[in-house]
């Protein structure tokens, strides 16, 4: 079952970002069964996704065959940098380097070692306190030093001639580039791929079971927030994920080439709030909910158990108003499950617990036929003593996203270190086939309040731009009557509204990112040359050539002017509606000065001009441009 729906194949072959695996290699590590022995390349895939949208996925061994040329910024992963690259390979990234590419090496080994990286004496190293040198400002700096670290690196005596360090860790230098020819060199000497999935999907013990990590904090039952990576995440503000892919992507590799990426948000907004209800066998009056978001012109995700109690009544009342009705899987754990009686006759010794199939297809009898269930929430957040159990369940079963990792009793916030949708990991080291969508809060739960909700959104529009996924049960009331709770769940509209973030169902957001992922990107950058001097002619008869005078003295070459404007070609296919182009604001001492949709100067005076939207992120500021469906033709230019 774990090999049938372990990889998707990558959805995009045209993405300006190449990340270079090897699947064997991954595969080998898998074996002993350790989750700490995997290697977690496969991890830079949810990188891609998160920050740029479309990418390329490459073997090593196809690498060798590969126009490099066609890419700005190549990664090769821990995978692919274990052993040493065949000689013409070595060669041709070196030529790519020297070009004007863009290369990120995580833990290089041997020749690539050599070419390209620090020493590495010190060798392999766990944890270690991070000091952030270059890249980020106050506060994300400071947030980025208090990350847990939750993966090893590789320690070197120094840092290597030449190189820009970005980060360090107890002094040695773990993130740095090198100028090489006109291109760049990037090392990441974390095992980023490790770090990013600890924290995404969090740590289970090393044989991949779960257990009960914080039982004086956490129910003695098994949920998701077991898994949570350390106890300081348990009531965290901060994706720390997100941050430290952000500063990877916008600190330390547009420093080197400016990043184009498509922004992960529809209408340019600053992020989406995604509204959930847990229906808990209320029945069709939890709908109630649903009846108040209609009139306010709003939407939300329904999770239900499927149950008699909630029928065709109660889906027609939560869709009529554009809110969707998906799956709330009673998973088997502790007594809790739905169950069949088993006999023959009225003699029904045995009860068989619903599977997952059994539950999806019982709630399709309440919606039309055309409406997919793809999504589901775990009920009480129950999950199995299986890191990736539960994903493979639902990838058998057809289910594409997921939304049961986050808070319950005694926790809030950003519990996995991220609130945009990552793949979730098998443990082979490959994606399992389920997209997960953590959520932050759930109702007033481990002390959200107006205070705490309103700087989380804040915080979100100023830097951290997030898909704000929150939880508010309809018979939350039932258990303690409040007026507060009430105006909670109508505030958090109000917050969203007041900070740009869009209000979108799970499936909504789903869609749209997917086809973010699938769309087509291109860009070159240009220096803008001077206008060419006109040469005098002179006008001689039909029967002969027009000639240069002998006596013009030859034009001495121009000199390199670093003030010369820069102009960004960008092309983008955009699948549907909503979508936006982000560019940094500055690039080598250059701001965006004119932005047009279409290329000036190429045969037509008539290119309109287009006034981007201005926005940080931790600390970068980039501009957003929105694009049509289709094909989009975008010219940026940069001066002092």
Partial sequence: EAERHALEPPVSTTGELLIVVDPETVRQTSLAGSFAQVDWSYGWMNLAEQE???????ERSALRTTDLARYRYVVMTRSATATDPAAETLSALDTYVSAGGVLVLEQ????LRSTFAADGVGGTKQGGKIDVIQGLTAPYEQQLEAMPNLTNYIASSGPRAGAVTYLEIDGSPVVYRIERGRGHAITVELDLGRQLVTLQQGRPEDDFSVVNRHPDVLLPVLETNDLAADRSLLDNRVPYADLLERFLVHGVISDARPVVSLWPFPSAANGVLLMTHDEEEMGNKAAWMAQWEKERGVQSTYFVI??????????RAVRAGGSE?????????????????????KINPM?????LADQKKALATVLPDNVPIRANRTHYLM?????????????????????????????????FGTGLPYRAMDRTGLPVGVTEMPFVSAETLGGVDSAWMAQIFTESRDGHHQAINVLFHPNAYAWVPSVELFDLWLATYDLADATGHEILTISQYHEFFTARRGSHLRSSVRKVLPPEPKVPVVVVPDDEPARVPEDEPAKPAPKPDPDRPVRIRIEVDAPSAGHSVAVPA??????????????????????????????????HHLRLIPLRRGANLITVEYRR
């Fill in 325 to 345: 009705v998906q799956l709330h899987w009673v998973l088997p754990q502790d007594g809790q499950g739905l169950f069949d009686d088993v006999g023959v006759w």
């Fill in 108 to 111: 290089p080994t041997g020749k």
């Fill in 383 to 415: 999950w199995t003593d299986q890191w990736a159990g539960a994903f493979r369940s639902m990838a058998a079963a057809g289910i594409t996203i997921d939304t049961s990792y986050g808070p319950d009793l005694k926790c809030r916030g950003y519990l």
């Fill in 586 to 619: 500055r690039t080598r001492g250059l701001e965006i000065r004119q932005t047009w949709r279409g290329e000036p100067g190429r045969g037509s005076d008539d290119v309109p001009e287009v006034v981007p939207r201005n926005v940080e992120v931790v600390g």
């Fill in 306 to 315: 499927p149950t008699e109690a909630f029928g065709k009544t109660g889906a």
């Fill in 52 to 58: 740029f949208g479309p990418y390329t996925l490459l």
């Fill in 351 to 355: 009860r068989r617990a619903r599977s």
